[in-house]
């Protein structure tokens, strides 16, 4: 999904490639450019402000005609807001957003198909579906996020988890700390296991922390590991001596007139 500005300050969002405006004309951009700029490789979701339509229907239940304002913060600063707009099969997103090398923002508004799927023990679930056009053809992609700022799901980014670019250790240790934060613990990990909290079944905590024990032992053994192999590395195997002389080859011949060595007489056996 591409954005592209008529002047008149509202921005309708298109297709990637290429964006519709309001006045109908279009205009072509290039493949992998957004609002941001181009999107490294190795970017990650936890750096791009997000929408999550299980967030919409613990709030809304999807009503039509429901309208609020969706706020993100970054280090306790503002990062951005969307207008969501609901609609029966549809949810409307506007939002205002900088065009690189512009000193000016638009708002852009964006429209995404809302899909729902029959739950296993009764209900349904909704979700988004991608819009981004790659190589003439949808994305189409049923997703519970969409990643600002062109409101695209994460695969037409590429972008990856941050867990991905951890070492197994990191990601021992974090899943252990997400089980004791979830239990209502704090983000040190020195701070001693977290009671049970009212109104969670017993057998809901003793899985929650058999799960982080498993994971906090997992990471004492990647780390004595870690630590095995560091020293291992250190230290460096000796060279055994290689004892008798070494093979120099063959002596050379006496040069002529020159006093030969006496041989050692022969010294018969003594009964």
């Not at 994460?154 to 974090?174: D, H, N, T, V, W």
Request: aromatic content about 8%.
């Amino acid at each position: 999904m591409g954005c592209w500005d008529d002047g008149g300050g509202w921005v309708r969002v298109g297709v990637r490639g290429w964006a519709i405006s309001s006045s109908g004309r279009t205009a072509p951009r290039s493949g992998n450019m957004s609002l941001s700029g181009r999107y490294p490789e190795h970017d990650i979701c936890e750096d791009f402000n997000a929408i999550d339509v299980r967030e919409l229907q613990r709030k809304t239940q999807m009503r039509p005609g429901l309208c609020f304002i969706k706020e993100w913060f970054r280090n306790g600063a503002p990062a951005g807001e969307v207008s969501i707009f609901i609609h029966p099969d549809a949810v409307i997103l506007v939002h205002r957003a900088r065009f690189p090398g512009s000193t000016e923002s638009r708002i852009i508004e964006l429209q995404v198909p809302i899909i729902w799927t029959k739950c296993h023990l009764g209900g349904r679930r909704p979700w988004f579906k991608c819009q981004t056009i790659i190589n003439g053809e949808v994305c189409g992609r049923r997703v519970a996020k969409l990643y600002a700022p062109c409101f695209e799901c994460r695969r037409c980014l590429g972008l990856g988890y941050e867990s991905q670019r951890e070492i197994p250790l990191r990601r021992a240790e974090r899943r252990a700390q997400k089980i004791k934060m979830r239990l209502g613990g704090s983000n040190d990990p020195l701070e001693p296991f977290p009671q049970k909290p009212r109104r969670m079944h017993w057998r809901t905590y003793r899985r929650l922390r058999d799960q982080a024990n498993a994971a906090t032992a997992e990471a004492d053994d990647l780390l004595a590991e870690s630590m095995l192999g560091q020293f291992l590395d250190l230290v460096a195997p000796r060279r055994k001596r290689q004892r008798g002389r070494r093979d120099v080859g063959p002596k050379p011949p006496p040069a002529a007139g020159s006093p030969s060595t006496p041989s050692r007489p022969h010294r018969p056996n003594r009964p």
